[in-house]
């Protein structure tokens, strides 16, 4: 019996944890060892590690972050890695009928995986530009505050009452460009292989209709798919608290023809959108 695969896309912060952690209450194996919770994703990542390290050592050698935090589309997969990849596969698909697994990183790799893995099944998670970056500067000045807040009592001061806005708004002028520009660079990798791909081979899915339709998404799975699955209420897991909220990052891009092409992307990408 064929082995059926389901890989999950989709941009850092666009809810790839959210539906990897509610796929997994669902009975479909994700991993043996997922990445641990942090700062971000208190709940955990869901992501497995023999993908994440894998990924990291691709970036390393192309002298790209390990993140995965980058715009750029051409990175070389060696044929070191290549192989390491088939092993995993293989050793995946000798213990599993059927699984899957998570990472961002997926998204920059998605022409290798096309190729090891001729017929997976593709779950792409999309989300705003706007929702995303925000996202990602929030989580970055987390990181930042909990660095100040751990100093003494003055130096707590002086962050609370004169520091923190001023650093706020720094970080967001600093940063805001670059991760719409990454927001670009993963969802349009996501566009160009969805259009290679047979129509019966992936399903894309808006992140704000994962508190909605995550029946319908699980019937998909399982009647179109036929994978093994038990439905769970993705309530259960979703915590509205853990969410944060968007803020206006429109105001911290100074190339404003980004905001163009990030527009025209995600109207692209609705095109594809099932579930709306």
């Avoid at 992501?47 to 994440?52: S, T």
Wanted: net charge positive; hydrophobic share 35%.
């Amino acid at each position: 019996m064929q082995n059926k695969t389901l890989i999950i896309a989709g941009m850092h912060r666009s809810g790839t944890s959210l539906i990897t952690h509610w796929l997994s209450e669902c009975g479909l194996q994700l991993g043996e060892n997922f990445l641990p919770a942090g700062v971000g994703n208190v709940d955990g990542h869901y992501e497995d590690i023999e993908f994440l390290k894998l990924h990291e050592e691709i970036l390393n050698d192309n002298h790209l972050p390990p993140t995965g935090l980058t715009d750029e589309h051409n990175i070389d997969v060696s044929l070191y890695h290549r192989e390491k990849l088939k092993s995993v596969i293989r050793i995946k698909n000798a213990l599993y009928p059927q699984w899957g697994w998570k990472d961002p990183r997926t998204c920059l790799f998605l022409d290798t995986y096309k190729e090891l893995l001729p017929d997976a099944r593709y779950l792409i998670v999309v989300r705003d530009y706007q929702s995303v970056v925000s996202s990602l500067l929030q989580r970055d000045f987390v990181f930042l505050e909990k660095k100040y807040l751990a100093r003494g009592y003055f130096d707590r001061l002086v962050w609370n009452h004169f520091r923190r806005k001023r650093r706020l708004k720094k970080l967001y002028n600093q940063k805001a460009e670059d991760y719409l520009k990454i927001w670009i660079a993963y969802n349009e990798e996501i566009l160009k292989n969805i259009k290679t791909l047979p129509e019966s081979a992936y399903v894309m899915i808006n992140y704000s209709l994962l508190n909605t339709k995550d029946d319908h998404i699980c019937s998909f799975l399982k009647n179109h798919w036929h994978l093994s699955l038990k439905y769970s209420r993705f309530k259960d897991i979703y915590k509205d608290k853990l969410i944060s909220k968007p803020i206006n990052t429109d105001a911290f891009i100074g190339n404003k023809s980004l905001l163009s092409k990030a527009n025209q992307l995600q109207t692209n990408l609705n095109t594809y959108m099932a579930f709306s």
